[in-house]
């Protein structure tokens, strides 16, 4: 008879992690958490993952892919407490949808582009939440804890697909110049729920926009906040440089500096 097989490194996690958990001898502060304590360093360790793949440092990426699994597991160890589910049921229910989810490659369906294939993919989500849970509206399913501009993109998506959309980009744009018409005219009203309520449909239809060119927003609003970032910090050196202090300098001469970094760049 052959010995069993060595416990594998994510078997490994797995008994580290119901060590941590043990109310005896485990770790106080992983014994008080739930998952509700626990979601925010999820969210937390996704984007952390995003950030290592933008830098393209795979050695970083490594390691919050590790964070990012932690995150599963200490879910799941929590869950297997609770009696209702364990980091194997997580497992097989990834297995089972995929597999549900792909016929082309594991049935005999046939999808000839990818277009296709995305429609087939969001037909089969729809189906798999009308029989989960009822729902029936285009819009229903989509997580209200996602980043706003994604959340803001994923239902236009979805409402694109029922037929819900402009016809061209000019139309957007004609959409854009009337919100921001209507921004200024809050401003003038002075009435800030006015004004916030007016800056958030400004907000919806540049998403709307980025989405006809099939943009990301999000990605699109993180470029121009790291081009920004970018530039100010390159400010502050030419302030530096010039032995001023770049705080005390008037507008007008911050605005000169930023014109200087621009003109670099």
Known sequence: ????????????????????????????????????????????????VAD????????????ELGDLLLQVVFHSQMASEAGLFTVEDVARSINDKMIRR??????????HTAEEQTFAWEEIKASERSKKTGDVSALDGVANA?????RAEKLQKRAARTGFDWTNPEDILDKVAEETDEVSDAIASGNLENIEDEIGDLLFVVANLARRF???????????????????????LLA????QD??????????????RVKQTE
Not at 41 to 46: C, K, L, P, R, V
Not at 102 to 111: G, I, K, L, R, T
């Open 1 to 48: 008879m052959s010995p069993p097989p060595p416990p594998t490194e994510f078997d490994r996690l797995k008994t580290i992690m119901a060590k941590l958990r043990d109310p005896d001898s485990g770790c106080p502060w992983d014994v008080e958490q739930t998952f509700e304590t626990i979601a925010p360093y999820t969210i937390e360790e996704a984007y952390e």
């Open 52 to 63: 290592a793949i933008e830098r393209a440092d795979f050695d970083d990426l490594r390691d």
């Open 102 to 111: 792909h016929p082309h490659v594991f049935s005999d369906a046939a999808y």
């Open 146 to 150: 996602l980043p706003a501009l994604m």
């Open 214 to 236: 099939k943009l990301d927003p999000e990605i699109a609003l993180r470029k121009a906040t790291a081009k920004f970032e970018r530039r100010f910090k390159k400010m502050e």
């Open 240 to 243: 530096i440089q010039d032995n």
């Open 246 to 259: 770049f705080a005390s300098l008037s507008l007008d001469e911050q605005d000169k500096l930023w014109k």
